[in-house]
Nanobody, 127 residues
Framework: QVQLVESGGGLVQAGGSLRLSCAASGRTFTNYVMAWFRQAPGKERVFVAAISRGGHATYYGNFVEGRFAISRDNTKNTVYLQLNSLKPGDTAVYSC????????????????????WGQGTQVTVSS
């Protein structure tokens, strides 16, 4: 079982940036595809980005439009999400997730793929 702990959320003005981190422990990190999802109050959870086990392939939700970047450091067992050009509509709880069944596939955009989730970190973007 892998444990995931997110950090880096906070309050930022529109146009600003944040870098989220998700630290993993408990299992071999390189066995896992890692992803970020977000959920705004009263709305469904939405796929943001995913990254392959080795970090060489990435996949993004359609709304990202080049503003966000997912990366991982397998020496630190950590996945990152760089958030740029933030908008008030990006306000949500951002959670990381891990899946060890396969390497990155397009259906990693669906939350049913993931068995392991962090508790989330709040991102609030003010106008």
């Amino acid at each position: 079982q892998v444990q995931l702990v997110e950090s880096g959320g906070g309050l930022v003005q529109a146009g600003g940036s944040l870098r989220l981190s998700c630290a993993a422990s408990g299992r071999t990190f390189t066995n896992y595809v890692m992803a970020w999802f977000r959920q705004a109050p009263g709305k469904e959870r939405v796929f943001v980005a995913a990254i392959s086990r080795g970090g060489h392939a990435t996949y993004y939700g359609n709304f990202v439009e080049g503003r966000f970047a997912i990366s991982r450091d397998n020496t630190k067992n950590t996945v990152y999400l760089q958030l740029n050009s933030l908008k008030p509509g990006d306000t949500a709880v951002y959670s990381c997730a891990a899946d060890q069944t396969t390497d990155l596939r397009t259906d990693h955009a669906y939350d049913f793929r993931y068995d392991h989730w962090g508790q989330g970190t709040q991102v609030t973007v003010s106008s």
